[in-house]
T-cell receptor, first 110, second 108 residues
């Protein structure tokens, strides 16, 4: 079974620029999550999708972050404009239980 | 109050040692519990689920105490390859909450 695919693996941008990450979950997995993991911390949920609908985006900084999953399969997460504190690994995960993670996108904002 | 709390360590133990990690969770309605392992610069991967009766997988034993809202992971006969960060994960409703992780280094 193919795993959760994410791209790019690494991204370096300057503050105030925009960036987008892409995720393709495991085939058939209806639930998709985006997590932010800052160095030394556990993953923190940003947004959860069930098919193409948002289940929980209460922790998504909506003034700068947006996410979509238009066809209920792959998803994009965008940051515009980026801040220094957005430097982190952005992990996509899908389920049914347990969570299966992609290998993440490591974002550095300079 | 955090949903999940873990001692971040680090734990540095010699090969062959037994080491235990603990985790507490705040929501008594949480229904599922897991330990994930995360290697440096890699994604978290499921190590084992935690069941009410306790469960074992080789050298790893997980325990759950619902009354105390406490989860533990015991690693026996530590190997160098066990060096990683161990994340306690609690599922409440449809959400998965992660602890900060406990760092383990097994020393030759």
């Amino acid at each position: 079974e193919a795993g959760v695919a994410q791209s790019p693996r690494y991204k370096i941008i300057e503050k105030r620029q925009s960036v987008a990450f892409w995720c393709n979950p495991i085939s058939g997995h209806a639930t998709l999550y985006w997590y932010q993991q800052i160095l030394g911390q556990g993953p923190k949920l940003l947004i959860q999708f069930q098919n193409n609908g948002v289940v929980d985006d209460s922790q998504l900084p909506k003034d700068r972050f947006s996410a979509e999953r238009l066809k209920g399969v792959d998803s994009t997460l965008k940051i515009q404009p980026a801040k220094l504190e957005d430097s982190a690994v952005y992990l996509c995960a899908s389920r049914p239980s347990p969570l299966h993670f992609g290998n993440g996108t490591r974002l550095t904002v300079t | 109050r955090k949903e999940v709390e873990q001692d971040p360590g680090p734990f540095n133990v010699p090969e062959g040692a037994t080491v235990a990690f603990n985790c507490t969770y705040s929501n008594s309605a949480s229904q599922s519990f897991f330990w994930y392992r995360q290697d440096c610069r890699k994604e978290p991967k499921l190590l084992m689920s935690v069941y009410s009766s306790g469960n074992e997988d080789g050298r790893f034993t997980a325990q759950l105490n619902r009354a105390s809202q406490y989860i533990s992971l015991l690693i026996r006969d530590s190997k160098l390859s066990d060096s990683a960060t161990y994340l306690c994960v609690v599922k409440t409703g449809n959400q998965f909450y992660f602890g900060t992780g406990t760092s383990l280094t097994v020393i030759p």
